[in-house]
T-cell receptor
Framework: DTGVSQNPRHKITKRGQNVTFRCDPI?????LYWYRQTLGQGPEFLTY????????KSRLLSDRFSAERPKGSFSTLEIQRTEQGDSAMYLC?????????????FGSGTQLSVL | GENVEQHPSTLSVQEGDSAVIKCTYS??????FPWYKQELGKRPQLIID?????GEKKDQRIAVTLNKTAKHFSLHITETQPEDSAVYFC????????????FGTGTQLKVEL
């Protein structure tokens, strides 16, 4: 499978713990996006990278959230001191910016449950 | 920021009938409008997209129309099949601003035999 890969698929944690998710984009894609999706809703934008630079963060992304893409390839999303409201599906998407309209391709997501 | 509204939230059709899902957007700067299909527990899959310089696009049984003046766009599925059953999301973005998609709330399509 050469699509966007996310790990783990499921994560159960206790309130207050830290969690980290990983996203491996399609290899030639230089843009990487993180979205959050709750039940019955569409995905909501969190942040995006162009290569290793984090270009924008949504106001949804509190100080407890941090994302990195150190070498412009895979990305990690860390949530510190998790809260029950953080329970959601965290989706990663990637695209290739060639100055044309870029199609975003999504991974299967990491389902986070905070107990 | 952009706001996308999507209707209906649920849609039930008989196999072979057509299905239409409608979306409206608020930001006149938006110029890219993709549609995603998401089956239960799976990733959103891009099924069709349209740019603001095009009024209509068709791909086999799926078509999308765009009315920039009214800020409306719609997904049309003809000859529906049971495998079309899924949640469909519309989205809008401005490609010059990082192409951050704003999604609608989704339409649960059920195709009944």
């Amino acid at each position: 499978d050469t699509g966007v890969s996310q790990n783990p698929r499921h994560k159960i944690t206790k309130r207050g713990q830290n969690v980290t998710f990983r996203c491996d984009p399609i290899s030639e894609h230089n843009r990487l996006y993180w979205y959050r999706q709750t039940l019955g809703q569409g995905p909501e934008f969190l942040t995006y990278f162009q290569n290793e630079a984090q270009l924008e963060k949504s106001r949804l992304l509190s100080d407890r959230f941090s994302a990195e893409r150190p070498k412009g390839s895979f990305s990690t999303l860390e949530i510190q001191r998790t809260e029950q409201g953080d329970s959601a599906m965290y989706l990663c998407a990637s695209s290739y910016d060639r100055g044309l309209v870029e199609k975003l391709f999504f991974g299967s997501g990491t389902q986070l449950s905070v107990l | 920021g952009e706001n996308v509204e999507q209707h209906p939230s649920t849609l039930s059709v008989q196999e072979g009938d057509s299905a239409v899902i409608k979306c409206t957007y608020s930001d006149s700067a938006s110029n890219y409008f993709p549609w995603y299909k998401q089956e239960l527990g799976k990733r959103p899959q891009l099924i069709i997209d349209i740019r603001s310089n095009v009024g209509e696009k068709k791909d086999q049984r799926i078509a999308v129309t765009l009315n920039k003046t009214a800020k409306h766009f719609s997904l049309h599925i003809t000859e529906t099949q049971p495998e079309d059953s899924a949640v469909y999301f519309c989205a809008a973005s401005f490609t010059g601003g990082g192409n951050k998609l704003t999604f609608g709330t989704g339409t649960q399509l059920k195709v009944e035999l």
